[in-house]
């Protein structure tokens, strides 16, 4: 099988939704020799961003976006052993990673919080639906480096600026930089709003994190 075969396989077996079909293309993947960063990326990901394009549209409902993510995790945690021993040891930045209070959305959020992870940050992922100030209290605590602040909709958007108002009345904004992310989100709201950077996706999550951190 060539490369692109082999994230085709992974991809469709997250969109299955099936967690043994995803087991199996991993496993398979890995005795071929793909490295865990682009199994995760070209094919996992690639399939779960397939799944959130059908949820969008109506064609697959909230249970299979669900149990597609808990496939994906369960791939990904096989992968785990995997990763580069210098990414475990050495640490690149501490991120607090989120979507905003008043948006449920995760599955975006969730697979740039695995690929940072996957590329030796350490990272804290409050998950969806997350108060503001609750993602002030996690930057103290954890004494984070950057946070990501996702919005799915154009309604939640202003939470982004909120956090980053936040975190100027409270001391904290010249130690920390701001990523945003989300489909109503970019380069200009970014600027607009005084965000440090706008990825549209999760490669770019990562290579923004580490040109900023690094």
């Known amino acids: 099988m ?78 785990e052993a995997d990763m580069p021993t210098e990414a475990a040891s050495k640490k690149l930045g501490v991120i607090v990673n989120g979507t905003v209070e008043g948006d449920v959305h995760d599955i975006g959020k969730s697979i740039v919080s695995t690929m940072l992870q996957s590329a030796g940050f350490e990272v804290h992922d409050i998950g969806r639906d997350v108060p503001l100030q609750d993602f002030i209290d996690k930057i103290k605590e954890t004494n984070a480096d950057m946070v990501g602040l996702s919005a799915l909709m154009t309604t939640t958007l202003p939470g982004q600026k909120a956090v980053i108002e936040m975190l100027k009345e409270q001391g904290l904004r010249d130690n920390i930089k701001v990523m945003i992310g989300g489909a109503p989100a970019t380069e200009n709201w970014a600027n607009k709003i005084g965000a440090d950077c706008y990825a549209e996706n999760a490669s770019e999550a990562v290579a923004k994190a580490k040109e900023l951190l690094l």
């Open 2 to 79: 060539s490369k692109e075969e082999m994230f085709k396989e992974l991809a469709d077996a997250v969109i299955s939704c099936k967690k043994d079909a995803v087991d199996a293309a991993v496993e398979k993947a890995r005795s071929e020799g793909l490295e865990p960063a682009e199994i995760i990326e070209k094919g996992l990901a690639a399939g779960m961003n397939e799944v959130g394009i059908l949820f969008e549209r109506g064609k697959l409902f909230l249970p299979h976006v669900m149990l597609a993510a808990g496939a994906m995790e369960s791939g990904v945690s096989i992968l």
